[in-house]
């Protein structure tokens, strides 16, 4: 569990990287879109040095959403890429439209 005082300063470190400077750009692949459908999740390349939870700060303050979970891994590529997984109240899809990728 995190403190508080662990809150504060994943929060100060986060205002410190630009939302934008950690979440690079989502990716549509047909994993990703079935993840989208299936378990409200989407898929983000995000900076290699970025932690979970500044990206989950960075993704709430991005599209004003809530964000149950953040799963990282690195592709053979060598970017780290977040599997986001948002509330049931903000749909994957929305988020997906409002970017104009769907």
């Known amino acids: ?3 508080q005082t662990q809150l504060k300063r994943i929060a100060k470190m ?3 990287l630009d939302a934008r400077k950690i979440v690079k750009y989502p990716l549509t692949t047909e994993k990703s879109i ?3 459908e ?8 995000v900076d290699a ?3 979970k ?3 989950k700060l960075a993704i709430e303050s991005l599209f004003s959403v809530k964000v149950l979970a953040v799963n990282t891994s690195y592709a053979p590529t060598g970017e780290k890429r977040a599997y986001v997984r ?3 109240e903000t749909p994957a899809i929305d988020i997906v439209t409002n970017l104009g990728l769907m």
């Open 1 to 3: 569990m995190v403190t």
């Open 14 to 16: 986060a205002e410190t």
């Open 34 to 36: 079935r993840l989208m």
């Open 38 to 45: 299936a378990e409200n999740k989407l898929l983000f390349v």
């Open 49 to 51: 040095h970025a932690t």
């Open 53 to 55: 939870q500044q990206i």
């Open 86 to 88: 948002f509330s049931s």
